[in-house]
């Protein structure tokens, strides 16, 4: 079984706080996803890495950045946390395959608030 | 732009009856569908998917159907059980783009 784990369930930050959400899956997936899920919205796509040190911005990479040092770990970065960006934020792996036919595993999600 | 429809927010199904959610896309290089599942608190989880290839697929008390003229597809649950109470995603893919794009959700109660 796939297992993608995220740092923190729970996280409270503070505005203007630098605050990293860590994702970290042990399948050796090539590709892994960050998003955002907010009522009304669905899940929206932050920033995904299809390799180590690449990366490829989404459809709301604003205020985010990512590190991908190493192939099971896909860090998130808000450089200076704003209140617009609490949300739950879910990472994904997939496996890198003939386009279009892998499903994406899902961690459990980090429900962050910024205060 | 939304390219992934999902225009009901939620959706009430008596237990034993047929839930049937429904999902519209507008872009036509989509050609790979899939469903997850989601419950308060977790990730989604894969539920069930099908290629354009294809008109219907079936896993157990879930069948997806595509219809690719009308650019929608559906997802029917028979029968519903009170644990499919969930928020539903439908998700498309296009050949060659690793990335999925997904709908809104569709919150499903099931009411025992």
């Known amino acids: 079984d796939v297992k993608v784990t995220q740092s923190s369930r729970y996280l409270v930050k503070r505005t203007g706080e630098k605050v990293f959400l860590e994702c970290v899956q042990d399948?050796?997936?090539?590709?892994m996803f960050w998003y955002r899920q907010d009522p009304g919205l669905g899940l929206r796509l932050i920033y995904f890495?299809?390799?180590?040190?690449?990366?490829e911005k989404g459809d709301i990479p604003e205020g985010y950045s990512v590190s991908r040092e190493k192939k099971e770990r896909f860090s998130l970065i808000l450089e200076s946390a704003s209140t617009n960006q609490t949300s739950m934020y879910l990472c994904?792996?997939?496996?890198?395959?003939?386009?279009?036919?892998?499903?994406?595993?899902f961690g459990p999600g980090t429900r962050l608030t910024v205060l | 732009d939304q390219q992934v429809k999902q225009n009901s927010p939620s959706l009430s199904v008596q237990e034993g009856r047929i839930s049937i959610l429904n999902c519209d896309y507008t872009?036509?290089?989509?050609?790979?569908f899939l469903w997850y599942k989601k419950y308060p608190a977790e990730g989604p989880t894969f539920l069930i998917s099908?290629?354009?290839?294809?008109d219907k697929n079936e896993d157990g008390r879930f069948t997806v159907f595509l219809n690719k003229s009308a650019k929608h597809l559906s997802l029917h649950i028979v029968p519903s059980q009170p644990g499919d109470s969930a928020v539903y995603f439908c998700?498309?893919?296009?050949?060659?783009?690793?990335?999925?794009?997904f709908g809104t959700g569709t919150r499903l109660t099931i009411i025992p």
């Open positions: 890495s299809y390799d180590v040190k690449m990366k």
């Open positions: 399948m050796d997936h090539e590709n």
């Open positions: 872009n036509s290089m989509f050609d790979y």
């Open positions: 998700a498309a893919d296009d050949f060659g783009n690793e990335k999925l794009t």
């Open positions: 994904a792996s997939m496996l890198s395959g003939a386009g279009g036919t892998d499903t994406q595993y």
């Open positions: 099908i290629s354009s290839i294809k």
